[in-house]
């Protein structure tokens, strides 16, 4: 069974001249299924095309009513998200659980960053509290506007540069400021292989082996009981990427049972079964691509035992 991890579809009514089309096109999405192999597509909300100037409880409502019917009208072929705010209101965390509880959707989405406010913003922690009590798994996408959005005026860079660099910062600074240590339980999936996560391990850490020098810099709040390279092998990551080089540093760097397949597909338009190809060439054993490709993700979805 393969399923796709990483996709994005939205409710008609959200419709965009601007937009690429194949978000609202769930027969196009079927299609390329077949195609490919795939059986099942998880899909969100990245709050990339949601409508302009929306208020953000209109928004998680919308979201999560079409999650929930297009995941009831195509069983085992579409599976949709929460979609939420990590720094919500109480509306917004009752919209979540809503969605989970009521509506049996069985994972949530919220973006890395809002208005330059990152994850581990205290005013996020009701938010992963309500997480960790619904017992799903977090998966985390970046925004339109991320780090160093100023210097990104030129090829797309905010989507090619700015959005794995976002999940980057966010997901480093909720493990440093104690995160994992405070929900230890979190099951978190980053987008675009984690960003440059799984290139870090050894420099954060020297960080963190350093922090005591000042003549580095200041370090702030030591709340870590462990090496920072064991919180990130608490991450999962998906393997969007286009590139299997990336997704073999991951699953070395993460352990090949915390890599999900995906593929941003929709909306972005390359065929799927090329991003199922970047999987299949993988150096590693044929059980270990069988893994990768729906084996954890139907494990962390609560698709099989």
């Not at 601007?18 to 795939?38: N, Y």
């Not at 963190?208 to 092998?233: C, Q």
């Amino acid at each position: 069974m393969i399923i796709d991890c990483h996709s994005h579809l939205v409710p008609q009514s959200w419709h965009n001249p601007k937009s690429p089309p194949a978000i609202f096109d769930i027969p196009r999405l079927l299609k390329e299924q077949d195609e490919a192999g795939v059986n099942l597509t998880v899909f969100g909300n990245n709050w990339i095309r949601t409508p302009q100037g929306a208020n953000a409880l209109d928004v998680v409502k919308q979201f999560n009513v079409f999650a929930a019917e297009a995941t009831n009208k195509h069983p085992g072929r579409l599976l949709g998200l929460a979609s939420s705010v990590a720094f919500g209101d109480d509306g917004i965390l009752k919209e979540t659980e809503r969605a989970v509880r009521e509506y049996g959707l069985k994972g949530i989405m919220v973006a890395s960053s809002v208005e330059g406010e990152y994850l581990d913003s205290p005013r996020a922690t009701p938010f992963f509290d309500l997480v960790t009590k619904l017992n799903v798994p977090l998966f985390v996408h970046p925004p339109r506007i991320t780090i160093g959005n100023e210097k990104m005026e030129i090829f797309r860079l905010p989507e090619l540069l700015g959005r794995p660099f976002d999940t980057t910062l966010s997901l480093t600074r909720f493990i440093l400021t104690g995160g994992l240590e405070k929900f230890p339980n979190l099951k978190i999936v980053a987008a675009h292989v984690g960003g440059a996560l799984p290139l870090l391990p050894g420099r954060i850490g020297m960080g963190y082996e350093m922090r005591k020098d000042m003549s580095f810099g200041p370090w702030e709040s030591d709340v870590l009981t462990k090496h920072p390279a064991e919180y990130i092998k608490q991450l999962y990551m998906d393997t969007v990427s286009l590139h299997t080089p990336a997704v073999l540093c991951t699953a070395q760097t993460i352990g090949v049972d915390h890599v999900v397949f995906g593929s941003d597909y929709p909306p972005v338009p390359m065929p799927l079964k090329r991003s199922v190809k970047v999987v299949q060439d993988l150096e590693l054993p044929e059980e270990d691509k069988k893994k990768i490709l729906g084996g954890n993700a139907a494990k962390l979805l609560g698709l099989s035992g």
